[in-house]
């Protein structure tokens, strides 16, 4: 798939998702799909490199999803809501279709310097980074009969002239009782990237956009999911040849009032760990706590066995204008990674590190009542192990009607040589950068139901 280029970078937020369609939280964002690290990008970018190099500093800019800045339980009542694509099963009666249409121009600008201001010598340099992005999204959703539905979602993007392929699958309904879906889609189990296991990939191999076919069957007060996933470029016509191109899943979930509890496996042979993993979640009163471990058996190699685990909470204050939130996870498997998707604004990154031993996260977000519907954030987020940080305090406002400013200031802060020095979230990995954004965007659906 060709890449997607976009102009800016912000704040990267959770490692977790509280929800998918929401489109008003700071805590989802990943400023590690941004960068990709300075060394990982895709080889289309660097012909482009190649043949045209301010279309490559353009590229690398800033790749960021901006509406994921608010995308999850913190919302707004002036929010922008994008066609929903339910995961779950839901029965439907009657046929129809609903198209989509969705449109945003962005500008950035990003003055940055090698050194932290506390840092300058003499011998710091500034550098400058612009540049400009154009993204057009279209989407079809077709429910064709009572009992199946196809969806799909295509882009246009400028610089680049490029077209990509977004979701594309269809649901099936046999019988009230077994839910299929097939296609290319993304499926996302816990609420940690290191716990979502149908993200992993393995060091070598195939780990590009996701092939899913799988059934979900409701038990009670919950249910079960099985599934087969590969990262083989079928859109690119190759096809699976081999069974370690296929991974094998199954989960079981049960929502209680007052506890949602999942338990998964992923195996995947000769190439990765066979994973299980237990998630936790709960609500008391405002505040949303979770708990998840994971169990990594290195059935490919040396049958070692390693542990993972994570709890975080979040809480809304004061009639919901402050929002904080907070993460402890420890990685006991090591250097492991994960796919991330790309978004309407972000191109998928084919492979991000989870940092290994302890990592802490801390996020709050407060909401100003007034014009322009302010927010002001900061996120902070240290790896013991690094011994280096990273914050990113910021705001964002809408002057006008469909125009949205957002402006932040990734920096690094303790060991120079720990992973956040050098891998700071910043358009082009600057220790310290100050980074605005202005974007334009709306969106229009037309439905026959």
């Known amino acids: 798939m060709k890449k997607f280029s976009v102009v800016f970078i912000l704040i990267l937020f959770f490692s977790f998702s509280l929800s998918a369609q929401e489109t008003d939280n700071l805590f989802d964002i990943d400023f590690d799909s941004i960068f990709n690290g300075s060394s990982a990008k895709k080889n289309d970018a660097k012909s482009k490199q190649a043949k045209d190099p301010s279309l490559a500093e353009i590229d690398n800019l800033l790749d960021a999803d901006f509406d994921s800045l608010f995308d999850g339980s913190y919302t707004s009542d002036n929010k922008e809501i994008k066609t929903p694509v339910n995961t779950a099963p839901v029965k439907v009666n009657r046929k129809g279709i609903t198209f989509g249409a969705s449109y945003e121009f962005q500008g950035a600008f990003a003055p940055g310097w090698d050194l932290a201001p506390w840092h300058f010598d003499g011998t710091e340099e500034r550098t400058w980074g612009q540049g400009v992005k154009m993204v057009s999204n279209l989407s079809i959703n077709a429910q064709l009969s009572e009992v199946f539905k196809v969806y799909t979602s295509l882009g246009f993007n400028i610089p680049g002239f490029s077209f990509t392929l977004g979701d594309f699958f269809f649901d099936y309904n046999f019988f009230n009782r077994v839910f299929l879906r097939a296609g290319k889609y993304e499926q996302s189990w816990g609420h940690s990237d290191f716990t979502n296991l149908l993200a992993r990939v393995p060091d070598v191999g195939p780990f590009g956009p996701s092939y899913i076919v799988k059934a979900d069957i409701p038990i009670g007060v919950g249910g079960f999911q099985a599934l087969v996933l590969t990262r083989v470029d079928i859109a690119g016509n190759k096809i699976p040849e081999h069974m370690n191109e296929l991974a094998l899943g199954a989960k079981y979930n049960i929502a209680l009032r007052w506890l949602d509890i999942d338990i998964g496996v992923l195996h995947q042979r000769y190439v990765m760990p066979t994973r299980g993993f237990l998630s936790l979640k709960t609500t008391l009163g405002k505040t949303e706590l979770y708990n998840e471990w994971l169990v990594a058996v290195n059935t490919h190699t040396d049958n070692a066995v390693s542990f993972a685990g994570n709890i975080g909470a979040v809480r809304d204050f004061f009639g919901d204008k402050l929002s904080v939130g907070g993460e402890v996870f420890y990685n006991g498997e090591g250097n492991t990674f994960f796919y991330k998707p790309e978004t309407n604004f972000t191109d998928a990154v084919d492979k991000v590190n989870v940092l290994d031993q302890f990592q802490i996260s801390f996020n709050i977000l407060y909401r100003i009542e007034g014009k322009g519907d302010p927010r002001i954030f900061t996120s902070v987020k240290f790896s013991t192990a690094e011994k280096s ?20 200031v990734p920096m690094a ?13 910043d358009i082009l990995n600057r220790p310290f950068s100050i980074t605005t954004l202005i974007t334009l965007k709306g969106s229009v659906y037309a439905s026959s139901f």
């Open 389 to 408: 940080y990273q914050v990113i305090p910021g705001f964002k406002f809408t002057p006008f009607d469909n125009v949205e400013v957002y402006c932040a």
């Open 413 to 425: 802060l303790g060991d120079k040589d720990g992973y956040y020095y050098r891998h700071n979230e």
